[in-house]
């Protein structure tokens, strides 16, 4: 990891655990550069960081401030971690429904930059929120990088193992939204009815190096499910 983009963790993490609000001034950068002990370029290219990711925005003039402000049980669409961080407030679990080293098919391989005779991890399991069904979810992990996965993690949150547990650095993410009408078996699987509206949305996650790591279908439950995205805008 580059030390702008730890930097960026160390500043969110202090975000999160004092429990600032939208509007909170942080220190300017000067006492940044100070306080981490670098150069104001460096720090420039956190900031930048910090506001792509929606955590900060900047006055010319006036200084930084925290931006962050999501509203409770809202998912983000363009997280990088999961959406369990999303939810802290909620209860989340998951019933697994199968968990297998197998063979990628053509689909797969493609979208993990992978060879046909290379092995995935393949996980499908159910996530609930406060004891309902939120979605069915499909992931494919590349074996090469995600060395090991067992029930046990699969239960938990499975991209906490694979930054904490095998040290792996996520950088970016392609994300694609499709709407429809579940499947008899999608249905099923959700405690809903066949032909219910369905969000499916595919993921394919990338590690800092561009290697893409696991690629995901997860289809939501339209009755538990609300999502946000916060953008940023340029003005000429």
């Keep these: 990891m ?7 963790e160390e500043i969110e993490k202090y975000i999160e655990e004092h429990g600032l609000k939208q509007g909170s001034k942080l220190p300017v950068i000067e006492t940044l550069m100070k306080q981490f002990e670098v150069s104001k370029s460096t720090i420039t290219k956190t900031l930048e960081l910090l506001e792509k990711r929606g955590i900060i925005f900047q006055v010319r003039g006036s200084g930084i401030f925290v931006r962050r402000q999501n509203r ?24 697994i429904i199968e968990l297998e080293i ?19 991890y393949y ?4 996530r609930y929120i406060n004891g309902q069904t939120l979605c069915l979810e499909e992931s494919w992990y590349n074996k090469a990088f995600i060395t090991y996965l067992n029930k046990e993690i699969v239960a938990e949150s499975i991209f906490h193992y694979i930054t ?9 993410s392609d994300v694609y939204l499709h709407v429809g009408k579940l499947t ?18 595919e993921s394919i996650f990338h590690l800092t190096n561009g290697q893409p790591f696991d690629f995901s279908k997860v289809t939501y439950n339209y009755e538990q499910s ?7 805008s340029h003005f000429f």
Aim: charged share 30%; proline share 2%; hydrophobic share 40%.
């Design 123 to 126: 996980v499908k399991r159910i």
């Design 184 to 201: 008899e078996e999608e249905a099923a699987y959700l405690g809903l009815e066949k032909d219910n509206p369905k969000l499916l949305v």
């Design 72 to 95: 409770k049980g809202y998912i983000s669409l363009l997280s990088n971690q999961g959406f369990k961080t999303d939810l802290e407030d909620y209860t989340l679990t998951s019933k």
């Design 102 to 120: 197998r063979k990628p098919t053509e689909e797969i391989a493609l979208n993990l930059n992978m060879e046909l005779h290379e092995e995935v």
């Design 2 to 8: 580059l030390k702008y983009q730890q930097i960026a």
């Design 164 to 172: 904490k547990g095998l040290g792996l650095k996520v950088g970016f």
């Design 226 to 232: 609300q999502f946000f995205i916060q953008a940023n």
